[in-house]
């Protein structure tokens, strides 16, 4: 039996299981999976159903979150976890997040197939509430399991049910009360890795085409959340020379920082910037009056915590430009900021090395989005992920996976643990000698 | 009795036809004369006043503005007609509007004092409803008295009163039935002059340092009052290459035309351009979401046909431009025109000769506003227009006018009226032999 087979032959479980949960969660169009709701709650028991027929070991934590585990030959050796969230957005598609826990299962039924017994545990973990949008917290499952929730997180309401988040998880089992006192079930230092399969929430792999993609890092931001320019409301005839017009202002910050943008992809540094939210104010704007006032939103991201602290000191630069040659001021308000999440090298080489042995192209991707490994490497844990190929973006019941490219994606999955698991990376568990 | 003498004895008519007007108008902060309604009523009632006073013929047309007619050698002859608007937006200043009937009625005593009998009759015409603030319709007395209100506008609502335009007329005296039927007041043909002073609405005589301007034009203008970009709506990680979006696109379209503006003033070619409202749609934007619309209005005005229709077109290469390279569709929805109003060179050129001998400094200059002086020369009748300096622009109580200023612009209107009215210009009312 080698390897090519053993995935082959969980094709079947992998469509019976996407099906499922698309079932599951159908809440055309697309499919709604509320987390510590009856949506998530479904494909955390599908899930569990096909993880006890593998003979996997059930575990939940106090943020209700699913471990199934494979023992490996030495308990006591650092265990590996391979996971992903089974929530989604309103009206998501099927495969934000359960592909990342589907390909773990596989993974799992693969290896058994195989007859290959790893050196340390392999846990499965389904993950609860990654989706920012109902709690407007992001990654409370694996936060809630590493003991890193925010201060308050509990108390916030879901955006539907007007209920808390501590409500929410004692319905689905858990146990609001050890959160609160910061108990974690997972010990960072007692984890070998954290590998999470995840699709491409962007068209490069679409525009590349290639099926799957190394992550090289998730990025790391500064926000400001709310900002505002202030100029002056003047009349429609005022010249040029006289304006401060806070809405030419925010054109010309947007057209700054897009050419920064332009210059480091120039350089091949990724990076994103985005003005989310801009308007001038509804109570003063019209169609004869010079803008006073211009209110924005801007996000900067960078897989690089230098590349973003040099964006923050061009950012200050071009808003002071601004200021100057056209009398405005801005007033950034909050900025917030989130730690860029490092892939580990030792990881993002093996499945390179992975990749290139089983002869799957694959494409070097700084994460677009943010995901539960983000959460995984602030804690310490050496985290690596794989993106797989996925047509029309995500969060949209219209995203569209190719299960061939997702099957590569988890017979490398497959490939990586029976190396890293192996106390003898060479031995007979390689699967050319298989 | 030479000019300058009789144009200063008139100072303190002026004062305390400005402090009486104040007074009537006196809605803290500011002066509020309220169209068809008892502040602009006041203003029309104290004005009056006066020209009774100075013996002058009074008249009212069926949209209630006010002719005070000063009647010169020849009742056939074409008259001469000085006027401006006494209502005025909410607590505005005193002296946007007023300011051009007091110069009317100060330089008709001016004559008086130095014996003049002008060639023709010279009438002073107090407006009725030109700021478009309360009716959203402009220029509604001087266009009624041209037999030129456009459809409707008799049926339009006052935005705080609720009641119709022709109400509010009929209220005030007025006639809506002989307005409706486009019956005139004013027949063009038989109209030598419409002279407006007015202040200014910038600040380009304060930069300037000098008292009194020649208007050289009134911008015409083509307007997108309601425009949208269309780009499509994506997650915030997307690489700027696959982005569409809308935002971005309004950005260098505002950007685009700031540096268009930049190109005309550098040619010495008077324009302006105003992006009024902008904004991302707020049921759809977000701090982590690129959007995919952006609305906005548009202004452009320039005081010359041929400019305005090659600024059109550049406007519409610069949207083609944007739409290739961003992948995005304007709509711009109405576009609605209004034309130039061209100054009589005659009237300009004798305002500057007058300037010259009275020792006035001016500066030519291009309206920023519109004024009703628009509407006379959309119906064909020779206008010309004095500016005189303002701080603080207009539409708002701080505006702040010198009477030194206004004496000046005064003396040049006065001078004007004895040179174009006499059949004589060379004759005995030549200030320098009078």
Redo the contacts between chains.
Sequence with gaps: MDLDTAVADQRELVTTLFDQLRRDGLDEPGVTRDPYGSGEQRAHDTVTAIAQRLGLRIEHDAAANLYMTLPGRDPTAKRVIVGSHLDSVPHGGNFDGAAGVVAGLAAVAALQRLGVTLACDLTVMGIRAEESIWFQVSYIGSRGALGMLPDGALDVRRIDTGRTLADHIADCGGDPGALRAGRRFLEPAQLQAYIELHIE????LV?AGRPIAICTGI?GNF?Y?DARIEGSH?????????RR?A??A??????AL?GL??EY?AKGV?M?C???????D?AS???????GAFNF?L?V?AYDEAVLAALDRRVDAIIGGIEQRRGVRFHCGTKARAAVGQVDQTIKLALENGAARLGIPVLQLG????HDAAAFAAAGVPIGMIFIRNEN???NPHEAMEIDDFMAGMSLLTWYLMQQSSTHPQSSTHPQSS
């Design positions: 929430q962007a068209p490069s525009a990025p926000r959340p003047d009349h429609v005839g005022l010249p040029r020379r006289f017009d809405a030419m925010g054109a010309e910050f947007a057209m897009d943008w332009q992809d990724p994103a985005t003005i989310g939210r801009s308007h001038t509804a704007h019209g169609l004869t009056i010079v803008p939103s996000d991201r994460s677009p989005a943010s973006g995500s969060h």
